[in-house]
């Protein structure tokens, strides 16, 4: 068996450890005779994988009760104009906070539903940023407030998250269960899985349940955060292989200690890496140094022919997925929870290796 080490942005490397338990037993799911993607999703196997995804979750953000986490489908792509559906109502302003592409689509979404005011705006800033407290343009009773925790294209990441006295909504599909976070200081927050929970399929939301009862009358029932808050997340067949993932890599996150033992390796890695992009002005770094991103480390080359080699000769060397977006080049190497600290020692030394090689 070949495994690289894979920077992918998304879908992105998962644990060794998950995988090969998912291997173990795909073909018969604890003496059941079947695959756990093979059975209803209303037997007792799926029941308690799906349970224990919640519990483990529930404890691993430390969720309070008022909050209900769910599972959804469409992923976090569905919910940029499912949030304005349910939370914006008819003569209200939704405040957005645009600090990149994602926010950008995110805004997009929501101004077919409803008003919305950019609180602040440095999504086409070079090099990249999150907003500042003191920049926030915000309305006077503003439905939410939207931001996106890490902007998974330009690697600008939030530390300090806005204040308002409306609820705040956040994107976190890449950074989720990365660091410590405390849920009552949001209304809303939602990720897809495929960054740092798991497989692609399914999207997790954490909402203050007393926000999912504005919906308007309008919504239908499949769109309802209400509908699924009452079913938990089982209103139709949800995503049972995915889900099943979801909870092998909540066990996964429990052993290694928890979310404080994996912002201590995050932010070990991270320094690491922006460490050897700083110490040589052959490589750098693309966002504003309080912003960067402890998720997806974006830098730069002299020129594209060179990044195109260091991708190249890097791939060769089973260090795969580091080419940036396609719409802003350079290179980009997204550090998940799943990515061990060997990987990231490994491409340090790749990046020594390049540019002695070619400076
Ligand atoms: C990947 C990503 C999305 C889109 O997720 P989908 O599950 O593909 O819809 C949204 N927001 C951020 C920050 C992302 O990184």
Redesign the pocket.
Known sequence: MNRIYNFS??PATLPTEVLEEAQAELLDYQGSGMSIMEMSHRGKYYDAVHKEALANFRELLNVPEEYAILFLQ???????SQIAMNLLGEGQVADYINAGA?SK??IKEASIIGKVNIAADCGSEIPTRQARQEELKLSPNAAYLHC??????SGAQIKEFPKSDAPLVC????DILSRRLNVSDFGLIY?????NLGP?GV?MVIIRKDLAERVPDSVPEMLRYTTHIANDSMFNTPPTFSIYLLCLVSRWLKKKGGLEAMEAQNDRKAAELYEAIDATDFYSGTAVKEFRSTMNVTFRLATEELEKKFIAEASAKGLDGLKGHRSVGGIRASIYNAMPEAGVDALIAFMKEFEQANA
Not at 148 to 153: K, L, P, V
């Open positions: 942005a998304g469409g992923g976090a792509t569905t919910q940029f994602w689509k995110a996106c925790s890490n902007e998974t294209i994107d976190m599909s890449s990720a897809g899985a495929q960054k692609a999207a």
